[in-house]
Structures are given as structure tokens and as C-alpha cells.
């Protein structure tokens, strides 16, 4: 057949039901500006800071199954090094956008300044639903990025991991390709151009849930802080993938019932609590909660409006606006995706009490478990997962007990103040280093 160039297909209605006027990149601005003037930081490093230091776009063409050959539009940002490589997801989705990259690809940046790591922040993605492809092509589209990306990605360079629509297959695929990018005497020696890959592949025991695994240390620590028992309470989660699943099925063994979930096609609810193992395997088996049996249906209003202890947006940013925060009844927002509530959404969640544990913090367990990989990839170990847990709770807690005194101190929010000490902790090496040449 012969080859012809056909566009993307749009997104789905669903997808772009809450893709409204929305800057996200602005969003992150402002917060780093608002928080360098609470630490006092020196307006060039901020200014060096208000843009990435790279920005790619390649568009790479794949042939489909039809025969086809269709062109896809790939992005990394690469927004700072200056701690070590850049560090960052790979986002498959149709939204994806070179601003929002940018956005995320500064909030590694903070992450991985905040948990300390040696690291710095980068994110891509491309831009297309991976729900529409076959495996094959999926594969195609994946390997034909990598090597397109060429070397803009290497172990002690930028290193991608998995973020949404990709996940540990993603990154053996990258590796493979990467991997047969380089000389045969250093094929094993490149294994950490990724991370999040499968444990067999070179990945890490606890890896896959790392990043639910922090939600959890952060939420375990924000309930000793406020005397609050875990034991018994209730949670409503949006996003059952990666982060949502894994947070649910990590509380529910500590007796937090899930009562309401949502994902791309649809919401339910269960006032018994949803069995998360269960639900998770659906999941797995099913690509979303769709069909699940053990739930009543209910609409994105209803969700946004139970009742519950803990709500754990771990889905898309730009979620929670002005109605669903001012339908949220819960005390705490744990927030396991990247920037899901916006500035106004944020300001009425403040308003009413409700607490915010910081996507910067609360979510920086995936990237910190990567670092976990990413150092015994170059030692040649393997670590037990009891091992990567017990390094991820010093980590968080840590973390969070920095961020929680920091508020308190300087009376502001923790999102200021996770990215106030991340910040102050960029800052400390430009003045060292200071700017060449
Ligand atoms: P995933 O692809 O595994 O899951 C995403 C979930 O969001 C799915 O359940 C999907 O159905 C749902 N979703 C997508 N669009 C939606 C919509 N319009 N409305 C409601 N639900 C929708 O992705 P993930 O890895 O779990 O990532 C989720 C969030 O967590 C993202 O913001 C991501 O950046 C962030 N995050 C992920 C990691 C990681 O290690 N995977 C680390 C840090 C932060």
C-alpha cells in the first residue's frame, strides 16, 4: 500500500472535558516567583530558573499497521542540571502540550532538589493517545522517539522514566533501543538512561508503587502531625492508574476505605469501600474501571461532592477548579498527580481548612525510587524491597518535616514551602559555582 501522511486523530470528548483555558507553565511561574521572595532567593537564580534550559520538539513519522505512515509530535524539555541529570517522566497522551512539558519539567527540578537527590528536572511526552494504537504500534512509536531522541538522552544526561500512558514496558523499550544505539561494550553499562523499568530489566523492587508509596509516607506523617487516626476513614481517589491504584491499595491495608474512584471513563462509588486489590486488577485486565462491578455509578459532580476523609487526585493537572473545591468535603488533598489543582481551585481549598499536601512533595517518591535504580544500576546491585521502602520513608518524612516546619516558620502554604527549599538549595550551589563564564 502505498504510504500516505495521515494527522492525529483529535482526543476524545472525554479527554478534553476538562481541558479548559488553562496556563500551566504560568501556574508554576508564579509559584516559584512566590516562593524565591519568601527565600529571600537572588532574582537571577530565579530568573535562570523561569526557563528551561532545553527545549525539543521532534516530529518522527511510524508506520502503522494499516500501512500507513503517520507522523507523531515529541517533546522533552530539559529545564535544569544543575544538581545532576536531567530527571523526568515521558507522558503518552493527547493533551500533551510543549507549555505543560515545560511546567513539568520544572517541577522536577524542585522535586528532586527538595528529596535531594542528584538530580535535576526534565519531562516529555508525546503528543497522542496511546489507548488508540495497537501494541505493535505502540512499541514503533516508542522506539522511533527514543532513537529520534538520541543522544539528548544517556545515563548521566537526561533520563526519562515513566509518567502517564507509559509505564515499565515503555521504558524497556526505550532502553532496549537506546541500548542498541551505543557500542556493544557498553550496552550494560547504559541501562540507566531510564528508570521504571521492569525488575528483570535492570528496574528496582518497589519501584511501581514508589510514587503511591510516598503519597502514603507523606499522609502518614501529615496524620501524626494532626492526631488523626487513620484507622477507619474514608478516601475518594481520581486516577486509578499508577499513582491512584497504588495509593488506594497501600492505605487500604492500613484501614482506609476507598468509598468513591474515577479515571477517564467515568466515576463510581461504593459507601462500603471499594476493594482496591480487586479494582486494581481490573484495571489491569480492562485498561480502566469501566465495567467494574462493585461500585454505583455517578457523575464527575457527584464524585467531586462525597463526603470523605482524604481526597487523592492522581489523574491529570487542572482538576480541581473553583466548583469542585468548593464541592470537596474532605480534610486533606494529597496530591499524587502533577499540579491537579489550579491557582483558584486552590485558594477556595485553603479558604475552607482543607489541607494540601504539595504535589512536589507528596508525589517526589517516584523520582526518588528512580534515583534508588538509577545507583544500583551503576553499582550492579539489587536492593530488597524492604531496603527501597525503608529509604523511601526516611526520605519522605524527612522531606515533609522540612516542609511542614518551613510553613509554619514563614507562615505560608507548603507548596510555597516545598518549593522554598528547593530553591534555596539551587541557589546555595549557583552562588558556589557562580555563572560561567
Ligand atoms: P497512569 O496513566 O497510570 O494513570 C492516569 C490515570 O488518570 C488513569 O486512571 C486515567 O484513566 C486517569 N485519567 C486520565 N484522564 C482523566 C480525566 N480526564 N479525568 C479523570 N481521570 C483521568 O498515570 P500515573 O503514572 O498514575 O500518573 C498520574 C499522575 O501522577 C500524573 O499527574 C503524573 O504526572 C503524576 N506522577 C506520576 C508518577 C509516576 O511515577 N508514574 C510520579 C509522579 C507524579
Excluded at 82 to 90: A, N, V
Aim: glycine residues 10%; aromatic residues 8%.
Amino acid at each position: 500500500m502505498a504510504a500516505s501522511t495521515i494527522p492525529n486523530p483529535p482526543p476524545s470528548k472525554q479527554l478534553l472535558a476538562t481541558a479548559k483555558e488553562y496556563d500551566f507553565y504560568k501556574v508554576v511561574q508564579d509559584y516559584l516567583e512566590r516562593a524565591a521572595k519568601v527565600a529571600k532567593i537572588e532574582p537571577y537564580v530565579s530568573t535562570i530558573l523561569s526557563q528551561p534550559k532545553n527545549e525539543l520538539i521532534i516530529n518522527f513519522p511510524v508506520r502503522m499497521d494499516s500501512g500507513e505512515v503517520r507522523l507523531f509530535k515529541g517533546y522533552r524539555v530539559q529545564h535544569n542540571n544543575l544538581l545532576g541529570p536531567f530527571k523526568g517522566g515521558i507522558r503518552f497522551h493527547p493533551q500533551v502540550s510543549l507549555d505543560d512539558v515545560k511546567a513539568l519539567a520544572a517541577m522536577m527540578t524542585w522535586k528532586s532538589s527538595l528529596m535531594r537527590l542528584p538530580f535535576g528536572g526534565g519531562k516529555g511526552g508525546i503528543k497522542f493517545d496511546p489507548h488508540s494504537v495497537s501494541r505493535s504500534e505502540l512499541q514503533r512509536v516508542t522506539r522511533r522517539f527514543t532513537h529520534a531522541l538520541g543522544e539528548n538522552i544517556g545515563p548521566e544526561y537526561d533520563i526519562p522514566a515513566p509518567d502517564v500512558g507509559t509505564n515499565s514496558q515503555t521504558m524497556a523499550w526505550m532502553m532496549d533501543t537506546y541500548s542498541n544505539m551505543v557500542g556493544s561494550a557498553q550496552k550494560q553499562s547504559v541501562r540507566g538512561v531510564v528508570t521504571g523499568k521492569p525488575v528483570a530489566s535492570g528496574g528496582t523492587l518497589g519501584r511501581t508503587k514508589a510514587t503511591g508509596q510516598g503519597v502514603v509516607f507523606c499522609i502518614l506523617e501529615w496524620a501524626k502531625e494532626r492526631g488523626f487516626t487513620l484507622e477507619g476513614s474514608t478516601m475518594s481517589v481520581q486516577g486509578f492508574g499508577n499513582v491512584g491504584s497504588h495509593t488506594a491499595v497501600i492505605l487500604s491495608k492500613l484501614g482506609v476505605s476507598t468509598i468513591a474512584v474515577g479515571d477517564h471513563t467515568g466515576y463510581l462509588y461504593n459507601p462500603e469501600g471499594f476493594n482496591a486489590h480487586k479494582l486494581q486488577d481490573h484495571v489491569a485486565a480492562h485498561g480502566s474501571i469501566a465495567g467494574y462491578p462493585g461500585g454505583k455509578p455517578i457523575t464527575r459532580e457527584e464524585f467531586f461532592a462525597t463526603k470523605a476523609d482524604i481526597f487523592a487526585p492522581c489523574a491529570l493537572e487542572n482538576q480541581i477548579g473553583e466548583s469542585e473545591a468548593k464541592s470537596l468535603d474532605v480534610k486533606l488533598v494529597a496530591e499524587g498527580a502533577n499540579g491537579p489543582c489550579n491557582p483558584a481551585g486552590e485558594r477556595i481549598l485553603l479558604d475552607k481548612g482543607i489541607e494540601i499536601l504539595p504535589d512536589v512533595l507528596a508525589n517526589s517518591g517516584g523520582v526518588t525510587v528512580s534515583y534508588y535504580e538509577w545507583v544500583q544500576n551503576k553499582r550492579s546491585e539489587a536492593w530488597t524491597e524492604e531496603e527501597v521502602d525503608a529509604r523511601l520513608e526516611v526520605g519522605m518524612k524527612r522531606a515533609y518535616r522540612e516542609v511542614s516546619d518551613f510553613a509554619r516558620q514563614k507562615k505560608c502554604d507548603m507548596r510555597v514551602a516545598a518549593y522554598a527549599i528547593a530553591l534555596q538549595r539551587i541557589e546555595a550551589v549557583y552562588r558556589e559555582r557562580e555563572i560561567f563564564p
